[in-house]
Each structure stands twice: as C-alpha cells, then as structure tokens.
C-alpha cells in the first residue's frame, strides 16, 4: 500500500491551497482523510489524482455540480456515453457565447482606440466614458419610460 499524503503534501502535489483542500471536503468531492495518531490527515494518494481531476475540470469549465457527478460513476470506471456528449455540446454552447461575446469587446476596444489615435488634439475626451455617459442616459430613458406605463 502506498504511503498517505499529509495536508501540506496534497497542498503542494496538487497545487491547492488548505481553503479549497477543506471546501472539498465539505462538498464530498474527496473522501475525509484518516486521522493518524497524532491527529494529522492522512490522505490517500488516490484523493491527490482526484483533486487533480477536480482542478483540470474546473479549468475546462465544468461546475462542481457537473464534477460531482463525473466522480460519482468513477467507482465504475465507466460513464455513459450520450452523458459525456450531452455535458460536452453543453460546455461547447457557453464557450461559443463566451467567444462572440469576446469578439464583440475586441472590436469595440479597437474601434476606440483607434478613435483615441486618430483624434487632433493631445487630449481627447475619453470614448470609453462618452459611451458609459450614453449607456447611462439611455438606461434611465427606459427606466423613465417604464415608469410612465
């Protein structure tokens, strides 16, 4: 049997702090350690792969609600297959919104950068403050409006 892990060597192999080691815990996505006799944690070596599955999940933008449910048929070593696609296309969706949101805002910065070099004077009033200060009227023209229904 392989030698348990102390709380300071999952901390570092799995380059995880002690808060998120505990939240773990907490939420049951890794089992509670054993106590050695003087009272440390003592973790399975399999608790660091799982937390480095946890972590390579959170990174690919899986919720801990979809993780949970991944490690709940991990004691079968097998996942049904349209769970695994339908979780996928899901992530895929949102990285997608995600990707024309961020093409938008690259535009937009672009454009008022580009206002901002073009402009004559050393100083400019700021764009990005004019289209705050229009958003800003134009949210109360419609708040107005929706009071006078």
Do not use: W
Not at 67 to 74: K, Y
Request: aromatic share 8%.
């Amino acid at each position: 049997m392989s030698k348990p892990l102390r709380t300071k060597d999952i901390v570092h192999l799995g380059n995880i702090s002690r808060e998120a080691l505990r939240f773990y815990e907490r939420e049951r996505l890794i089992p509670n350690p054993k106590r050695s006799e003087t009272g440390y944690r003592e973790y399975d070596p399999a608790t660091l792969r799982r937390i480095r599955f946890i972590k390579l999940a959170q990174e690919t933008g899986f919720t801990l609600r979809e993780i949970r449910e991944f490690l709940s048929f991990a004691q079968h070593r097998k996942v049904p297959r349209n769970f695994v696609a339908q979780t996928i296309e899901t992530k895929l969706t949102i990285v997608e919104e995600k990707l024309s949101k961020l093409k938008v805002i690259k535009k937009t910065l672009n454009n008022l950068k580009k206002q901002a070099l073009e402009a004559d004077m050393e100083t400019i009033f700021c764009p990005i403050l004019g289209k705050i200060a229009f958003c800003a009227v134009d949210l109360e023209h419609k708040d107005t409006q929706e009071r006078l229904k």
